[in-house]
Nanobody, 123 residues
């Protein structure tokens, strides 16, 4: 079993930046592709980015492409999501999860989930 813990969320003004972290409890994180998902109030949870186990392949949804960057440090059992040029519509709870795969078209089925971290973009 893998336990994931997200951190780094908070309140930021439009145009600002945040970096989310997803830390795994075990040293096996490097076996897993990891996805970042978000859920805005009243909306479905959607995948926005993923990274394969080695970090050599990434995917971004159109809504975040060019503004967000996913990366991983397997030695630290951590996956990051750098979020720049934030917009009010980025407000959501952000989750990381292990996924069955990450391709250029998106991620596969999520397995282990973190508890989520709130991101609020508001002036």
């Amino acid at each position: 079993q893998v336990q994931l813990v997200e951190s780094g969320g908070g309140l930021v003004q439009p145009g600002g930046s945040l970096r989310l972290s997803c830390v795994a409890s075990s040293s096996t994180l490097d076996y897993y592709p990891i996805g970042w998902f978000r859920q805005a109030p009243g909306k479905e949870r959607r995948g926005i980015s993923c990274i394969n186990s080695s970090g050599s392949l990434t995917y971004y949804a159109d809504s975040v492409k060019g503004r967000f960057a996913i990366s991983r440090d397997n030695a630290k059992n951590t996956v990051y999501l750098q979020m720049n040029s934030l917009k009010p519509e980025d407000t959501a709870v952000y989750y990381c999860a292990t996924t069955s795969y990450c391709s250029g078209y998106g991620s596969g089925i999520a397995g282990y989930w973190g508890q989520g971290t709130q991101v609020t973009v508001s002036s």
